[in-house]
Structures are given as C-alpha cells and as structure tokens.
C-alpha cells in the first residue's frame, strides 16, 4: 500500500525537517518487507484568503487534488479520536490486508480542516489532547509511520 503525507505549510531547513526525513527515511527502507510504500510527501502553501472559513475551504480543495482516487484519506485533527501506537499500525495493516492501494495522512493549517473534508475522511486522528505546532506534528507522524512498520514486522523498536 503507498501511503502520502500532505501537508499545510512547508518546513523550513533546520532540525525540525532534518528529524522528519530521518522518520520518514527509515519508514521508506523498512516499509516494503511488510507492504507499505512511502508514496510522496506533499508540501502545500496555506491559502492566503481573508477569512478562515475560506482558508480551511481552498486547503482542502488543495487536498482533494492530491489525493489518489479511492484513497483512504486519515486527516490529523485535535478533535480527532485517540489511538494508541499499536492500534494506528493496526489500523493501517487493516487497510493494507483490505487491498487497499492508497492511504494519505493529512496535516491541516493553522485554522484546522474544513468541516466538509472531515466529514469525508475515513478516520480523523488527533496525537493526543494537546494543541502541537505544524512542524512537530510532521515529526510525530513521520515517527508513527516508522514505528507502525515496526510493529506490523514484529521489530522490537516498540516496546511496552
């Protein structure tokens, strides 16, 4: 399964991208032997627009142009529900095992996702309860993506 990561904003050089592509690096060499492929990395300009509302709206047109048709589409959201380590590479390895072909993770702007794209995402995540910057998420997520090919391949990276 090729798996994309979208994103509102684009990291600038410096230790924040450099842990990201370390995180994702290792997700793309690790990946394969358990069928998961790192597809591309999508960096998008927030919209300049002048209300949120609008902003929120042509991010989210931006997404859906990005986004492979049938593709399961996982947006990372505070509002989102919670999982666990485990259970996100468990949720993945489901929908690799279901044949699907395209999975993308999306990272909204800094005013959140339009309401429409969120009602039209398979699931909606958040990385726990705390409101995090746009480049830490980028981190996070890079590290949950290489952590789940680790579970899914019984690596002892993760360990309870």
Not at 46 to 61: D, I, L, Q, Y
Not at 114 to 136: C, F, I
């Amino acid at each position: 399964m090729r798996i994309s990561l979208f994103a509102v904003g684009r990291l600038k050089a410096g230790p924040e991208k450099d842990l990201a592509s370390r995180y994702l690096d290792r997700f793309a060499k690790a990946g394969p032997a358990v069928g998961l492929e790192l597809s591309k990395l999508m960096e998008v300009q927030e919209s300049r627009a002048a209300n949120p509302e609008t902003r929120k709206r042509e991010e989210a047109g931006m997404l859906e142009k990005a986004l492979p048709e049938g593709a399961i589409l996982i947006l990372l959201d505070e509002r989102g529900r919670a999982l666990d380590s485990e259970s996100f590479a468990g949720l993945i390895g489901r929908y690799r095992d279901n044949g699907k072909r395209d999975l993308m993770l999306a990272i909204g702007g800094a005013d959140g996702l339009d309401p429409e794209l969120r009602s039209r995402a398979d699931v909606v995540l958040n990385l726990g309860t705390l409101t995090w910057p746009h480049q830490l998420v980028r981190i996070l997520i890079a590290e949950q993506l290489y952590r789940a090919v680790t579970i899914l391949s019984g690596h002892p990276y993760h360990r309870v």
